[in-house]
């Protein structure tokens, strides 16, 4: 329940995703986050760095930790069913509309 706790928190995954990306400092993780608050920004990174999902490196930047890669890993089969869902919502979508 933990980890669904904080996977929901708004921008959580987001952050995840920009990070599983590439590493980013906080002004650029900004900017790709549609130019989110400093403060929630700030918070998000927090959580995520004391749940040991991301790091903070030398040079600043924010990064996935191991355990980050392999939450990511683990939620591959929940972007497949998400993608299968949108495809099967816009078909019902468009057959509404005929």
Do not use: H
């Amino acid at each position: 329940m933990a980890a669904l706790d904080l996977l929901g928190r708004r921008w959580i995954l987001r952050l995840i995703w920009e990070l599983s990306r590439e590493p980013a400092g906080f002004r650029a993780l900004q900017r790709r986050c549609d130019d989110m608050s400093s403060s929630v920004l700030n918070n998000r990174l927090r959580e995520l760095v004391e749940a040991r999902i991301a790091a903070q490196d030398p040079a600043g930047r924010y990064t996935l930790t191991a355990t980050g890669t392999r939450l990511v890993t683990a939620l591959d089969p929940l972007l497949e069913w998400s993608t299968e869902w949108a495809s099967e919502l816009d078909k019902d979508k468009d057959r509404d509309k005929d």
